[in-house]
């Protein structure tokens, strides 16, 4: 019988001192099965790579400090076993520095650059782990055949091609993966966006068929309003993989879209847990599939300030015709396009206000100028299967008081756009009615 596997994926939050690897260390101790870990560089690495990335001329001391910065954490490192990979990562940044004093846009050298967090970070984790008892070792995401689907940057990894080369072999014991890169499909090593690391989890936990990955994390669950808006509440107990991803393309924090797709098609769960809370035996918040209970909203998503562009056409082969490239050119000056609503001569997207130029400029080398009305706020009512506001969840004349006008309704979400700019009234007014678990 197959042994349990848990993939645990540690971000940089749960990777501020020693104490938090002391804890990572408790918690793989007292979990049954297997544990496959995947980290993020510890806190604060990323952003000083970064800065190096621009500056290499003055990163003269940034491979001494990173030495000592993670050496305090790991004593001992540079006498063990792992002693050759850790001086071979210092030594591929001090090259990666002099690769791009000499030409600042090599985006190989600034990706191998920035990678090296994720590479000393597996190295400090899998040397703690081990110096406790633990059969721990560090594993490059690229060594084991996790592929990415592009180049340089990506936004997703490319599971297909991964289940057909991955080294199983090094997922013996307890592996400790680095997070956020892998192979691209040149070759080379490419990285992934925002959220990267949440994915390669999500990513290793389909490729192994693991039994649960969890997201450790310094926040208690994925709360039904995102904490920015000063409304306290407590956390969601169950999200359906749809719900969450809905919840995640507009304001969660907690949460990217691409971490739930790897875990959607085969239903493994999802949970987030806080790495300095009690260790319990249930998550406070879990994701898995799409479930039909009573319909009712069980989060608030919202994006402030956005503008609706509007067009009618004469032609509906010039409508699906352009339409097409415009989608094109958003991508491309990567705007993301939060709705788009598509009739017979009449298309309509809705964007972030700070998009709203290039946007306009884009929309009107395809079409004639646009109508455009700016919005408060995009906001989605998170459920499975809700039903029209009118009907049930909001009266016309709360509609009405709130200034709000209905978008779309989907499977997981009701869209809608406030005309208010006062957001957190509406979603105070629209949490108390809608009853989400505000903390009193």
Not at 156 to 166: E, Y
Not at 177 to 199: K, M, N, P, V
Not at 384 to 394: A, G
């Amino acid at each position: 019988m197959r042994e349990h596997v848990t993939v645990h994926k540690f971000g940089g939050s749960c990777l501020r001192d020693i104490s938090d690897l002391n804890r990572i260390t408790e918690v793989i101790q007292n979990w049954s099965g297997q544990s496959i870990l995947v980290v993020s560089a510890l806190w604060g690495t990323t952003d000083r790579l970064m800065r190096a990335s621009q500056e290499p001329r003055y990163a003269s001391r940034l491979v001494s400090d990173l030495s000592r910065q993670h050496l305090r954490f790991a004593p001992g490192l540079i006498d063990g076993p792992s002693a050759g990979l850790f001086t071979q990562v210092l030594q591929g940044i001090e090259q990666s520095l002099v690769e791009l004093a000499r030409s600042p846009n090599n985006w190989i050298a600034t990706n191998r650059l920035l990678a090296a967090g994720e590479r000393l970070s597996a190295l400090v984790v899998a040397h703690h782990l081990y110096n406790s008892g633990i059969n721990a070792h560090p594993v490059g995401a690229e060594d084991i055949g996790l592929k990415l689907d592009g180049s340089n940057r990506a936004p997703t990894v490319d599971i297909v091609a991964s289940m057909n080369v991955l080294d199983r072999r090094a997922l013996t014991g307890t592996p400790v993966i680095t997070g956020w890169f892998g192979e691209g499909s040149d070759g080379e090593l490419a990285l992934l966006g925002r959220g990267g690391s949440d994915h390669t989890a999500t990513s290793i936990g389909r490729l192994v068929n693991a039994d649960k990955v969890i997201l450790w994390k310094d926040v208690d669950g994925v709360m039904p309003l995102n904490p920015r808006w000063g409304i306290e509440c407590k956390p969601v107990a169950y999200l359906g993989y749809g719900e969450a991803m809905e919840l995640a393309r507009l304001d969660t924090p907690v949460l990217h879209p691409a971490t739930v797709e790897p875990l959607r098609e085969v239903g493994i769960p999802l949970e987030i847990r806080d790495l300095r809370g009690p260790l319990r035996a249930e998550a406070s918040t879990i994701i898995g599939p799409d479930l039909l209970h009573s319909p009712h909203v069980k989060a608030i998503g919202c994006l402030p300030s956005v503008a609706r562009l509007t067009i009618t056409t004469s032609s509906l082969e010039l409508q699906s015709q352009q339409l097409g490239r415009v989608l094109l050119d958003f991508a491309e000056a990567e705007i993301p396009c939060w709705s788009l609503s598509s009739q017979p001569r009449e298309i309509s997207w809705v964007v972030s206000q700070h998009d709203l130029p290039k946007a306009l400029e884009l929309v009107t080398l395809r079409f004639e100028e646009p109508q455009v009305n700016e919005y408060g706020a995009l906001v989605s009512l998170v459920g499975n299967k809700l039903p029209q506001p009118s009907e049930s969840l909001l009266s016309s004349k709360m509609i009405e008081d709130l200034d709000i006008e209905l978008l779309s309704n989907t499977d997981h979400a009701i869209r809608l756009l406030s005309v208010s700019h006062d957001v957190h009234r509406l979603l105070k007014t629209l949490s108390k009615t809608l009853e989400l678990s505000i903390r009193n």
